[in-house]
């Protein structure tokens, strides 16, 4: 089956404690993507990477970091959490050329 | 910069009642246009697009036509059942640039009544 998996669905955490949600998807897509969904904004856009070992910011990539050393991993990385980075996280791929496809979410809390 | 715009919800209807769904957008040149749903609990699920002006995208009994002279996208289905209660997302984005970001409106809940 076509999917994007993410880990964990649910994480809550303490200000400052290193993290990483993991990203993965089986279809070969070129380009995978981080979201962040909080009420009242819709989703918006942490990081994309258009193929491996290249990587690029979004709108709102203070206190975020990602990796691509392979082509169906995309793992996003919150070295010092803080609360305003409470919130609900999709990651997203897709084939350079069209429609992302997005992952389950993660809901993540940080007190 | 690009912005959606949704109408505000909760939209509540009853069973088989026609739905509409505002969304407008500012956009330089032809961005693509998307419908997303989120159901309760789980994540985005395409629900339709349309890649230029006049298109009309379709899925599931759901509509939208790519408006670009009134730079809309409203959402319309004819007869909703409970099933499709949910949150609806107007989305756009350039297919032809390296970054290729949704850029969402901010949704409008959808709550239907038996």
């Known amino acids: 089956e076509a999917q994007v998996t993410q880990n964990p669905r649910y994480l809550i955490t303490v200000t400052g404690k290193k993290l990483t949600v993991t990203c993965s998807q089986n279809?070969?897509?070129?380009?995978m993507s981080w979201y962040r969904q909080d009420p009242g904004l819709g989703l918006r856009q942490i990081y994309y990477s258009m193929n491996v070992e290249v990587t690029d910011k979004g709108d709102v990539p203070e206190g975020y970091k990602v990796s691509r050393k392979e082509k169906r991993n995309f793992p996003l990385i919150l070295e010092s959490p803080s609360p305003n980075q409470t919130s609900l996280y999709f990651c997203?791929?897709?084939?350079?050329?069209?429609?992302?496809?997005f992952g389950p979410g993660t809901r993540l809390t940080v007190l | 910069g690009n912005s959606v715009t949704q109408m505000e919800g909760p939209v509540t209807l009853s069973e088989e009642a026609f739905l509409t769904i505002n969304c407008t957008y500012t956009a330089t040149g032809y961005p693509s246009l998307f419908w997303y749903v989120q159901y309760p609990g789980e994540g985005l699920q395409l629900l339709l697009k349309a890649t230029k002006a006049d298109d009309k995208g379709s899925n599931k009994g759901f509509e939208a036509t790519y408006r670009k002279e009134t730079t809309s996208f409203h959402l319309e289905k004819g007869s909703v059942q409970v099933s499709d209660s949910a949150v609806y997302f107007c989305?756009?984005?350039?297919?032809?640039?390296?970054?290729?970001?949704?850029?969402f409106g901010s949704g409008t809940r959808l709550q239907v009544q038996p």
């Open positions: 997203a791929s897709s084939r350079i050329t069209d429609t992302q496809y």
């Open positions: 279809m070969n897509h070129e380009y």
């Open positions: 989305a756009l984005t350039h297919m032809d640039t390296g970054r290729r970001a949704l850029t």
